[in-house]
């Protein structure tokens, strides 16, 4: 069964400083993963996906298959990158998306 | 870019009536849209899948007949709560996908549903 695992419900980080969060999952094959992002008061959007192997607002995510991981990161956090983050996988031909259960960053002026 | 309208944004009703949720995707063809519900503080969990001219896909745990999808179109999917209770009270969250396939899912802005 798959399963995506966000250890941190809360993060919270000064401006400048480097940003990581975690996210680990468990699918039997290979998924595709995607980071989605929050912002207050606004709708669920696409930050990044693994096949793209993008930088999105100075976000990576690199995709970790040893490790079962897809950690995000920015080397330097933005006051604007306070929102919720999702960390999603959908399975190959699948359609459907399964979330983790957030992290909720604050970035501290 | 893919754009997804959801609404009514908020509703309120009353015990033992009927909510219709209507979500469109408005410059794409979507043959299967989805529909999560999230409970405070918590994750988005996938209710069902709904295709386009065919019968809706349940999660398990997710009752069929309380939760009625009908997806008529390419572009129009609604989800229908029945019988309401103030249990049923959640974020209620639509997704399409392009059916070219394109970069992920896009999201409807949410249905807050309270039932008194």
């Known amino acids: 069964a798959q399963r995506v695992t966000q250890p941190e419900k809360l993060l919270s980080v000064f401006k400048g400083a480097p940003v990581e969060l975690k996210c680990n999952y468990s699918?039997?094959?290979?998924?595709?993963l995607f980071w989605y992002v929050q912002y207050s008061r606004q709708r669920l959007q696409l930050l990044l996906r693994h096949i793209s192997r993008e930088s999105i607002k100075g976000f990576t995510a690199d995709l970790n298959k040893g490790e079962t991981s897809f950690h995000l990161k920015k080397p330097f956090a933005q006051e604007e990158d306070s929102a919720m983050y999702y960390c999603a996988l959908s399975g190959p031909g699948a359609n459907n998306l399964f979330f983790g259960t957030g992290t909720r960053l604050t970035v501290i002026p | 870019g893919a754009v997804v309208s959801q609404h009514p944004s908020r509703v309120i009703c009353k015990s033992g009536t009927s909510v219709k949720i209507e979500c469109r995707s408005l410059?794409?063809?979507?043959?299967?849209m989805f529909w999560y519900r999230q409970f405070p503080k918590q994750s988005l969990m996938l209710m069902a899948t709904?295709?386009?001219?065919?019968?809706?896909?349940?999660e398990q745990g997710v009752e069929k007949d309380k939760f009625l999808i009908n997806h008529a179109s390419l572009t129009l999917s609604t989800l229908t709560v029945t019988s309401a209770h103030p249990e049923d009270s959640s974020f209620y969250i639509c997704s399409a996908r392009d059916r070219m396939g394109g970069a992920g899912y896009t999201f409807g802005s949410g249905t807050r549903l309270t039932v008194v």
């Open positions: 410059d794409f063809q979507a043959t299967t």
């Open positions: 709904s295709n386009e001219g065919s019968k809706a896909t349940y």
């Open positions: 699918y039997s094959g290979s998924p595709e």
